[in-house]
């Protein structure tokens, strides 16, 4: 059983940074996937970033490859999304997940465990 803890979220200028992290508890993350989500108003639930415990490799949506960074501390047991260069389209819930598995995957359906979600609001 895993439990997920997100926090990190608040409200930005556009072209500021945010980290948000992950805290998992209940067991290791050695062969878990750990995903990243958004969810705007009024829109689908969309992939945005992961990455593999296994393996390293790392995966990012395009609308956020050079500017989002996932990463993880296994130490801590704790997943980060640094997010660069907001936009006021990045604004949204965002979700972390886990998936036991070893490839990533961007469908949502296929992560097993998820947090309570984090609102981030990109302002001009």
């Known amino acids: 059983q895993v439990q997920l803890v997100e926090s990190g979220g608040g409200l930005v200028q556009a072209g500021g940074s945010l980290r948000l992290s992950c805290a998992a508890s209940?067991?290791?993350?050695?062969?878990?996937?750990m995903g990243w989500f958004r969810q705007a108003p009024g829109k689908e639930r969309e992939f945005v970033a992961a990455?593999?415990?296994?393996?390293?490799?790392?995966y990012y949506a395009d609308s956020v490859k050079g500017r989002f960074t996932v990463s993880g501390d296994n130490a801590k047991n704790t997943t980060y999304l640094q997010m660069n260069s907001l936009k006021l389209e990045d604004t949204a819930v965002y979700y972390c997940a886990a998936d036991r598995s070893y490839a990533i995957t961007v469908r949502d359906s296929d992560y097993d465990y998820w947090g309570q979600g984090t609102q981030v609001t990109v302002s001009s």
């Open positions: 990455i593999s415990w296994s393996s390293m490799s790392r």
């Open positions: 209940g067991r290791t993350f050695s062969s878990y996937v």
